[in-house]
């Protein structure tokens, strides 16, 4: 049990600089670089709020993803991870990687004109759509063991 919970305090260690790294990216770096690209290329500065603003909910989703994770942890250390309370924060975490996912979608349909851009983001579309489908198969694994869980509580 104690590697467990130095696990756990690892990992959150981690998830807190992580999330304050994405909240300097979302106020500074993301609006930053669309400005400097607005400036350097005025022929594209329209594209500067649609970038900005979609690199922010982006990013905001995968803070979804590390506060959601946080809860886990949570119920992980007090031993109740295998519950219908675990449920709610795995599904924050796939609706979180559905709406990236879906936002990622709509660009690289709108940007099917460059031959390389559109490969790349269909490169990540793809990576996407596999850890929101391996979170689904582990959701599931999830609501099973919490079903046993709760059997074994009312035999006992």
């Known amino acids: 049990m104690k590697i467990t919970r ?4 690892a990992l959150r260690v981690v998830l807190v600089a992580a999330f304050l790294l994405l909240v300097l990216f979302q ?8 400005a400097h690209m607005a400036q350097e290329n005025p022929e594209r500065a329209y594209l500067q709020w649609p ?3 979609f690199f922010i909910l982006e990013v905001a989703c995968v803070q979804v993803v590390i506060v959601s994770t ?3 942890l ?8 295998f519950s219908r309370g675990a449920l709610v924060w795995v599904n924050a975490i796939v ?8 936002m ?3 660009v690289v349909v709108l940007n099917a004109d460059d031959p390389g851009l559109p490969l790349l ?9 596999a850890v929101g489908l391996v979170v689904v198969v582990l959701r599931a694994l999830l609501r099973q063991a919490a079903d046993l869980r709760a059997d074994m509580e009312a035999v006992i």
Do not use: E, Y
């Open 95 to 102: 609706w979180a990687i559905a709406a990236g996912w879906a």
């Open 70 to 72: 946080w809860k886990l």
């Open 74 to 81: 949570t119920l992980v250390r007090q031993d109740r991870i």
């Open 104 to 106: 990622l979608a709509a």
């Open 121 to 129: 983001l269909l490169l990540v579309l793809v990576a996407g759509a």
């Open 27 to 34: 106020v500074m770096s993301i609006p930053g670089q669309f």
């Open 51 to 53: 970038l900005t603003m």
């Open 6 to 9: 130095l696990a756990v305090t």
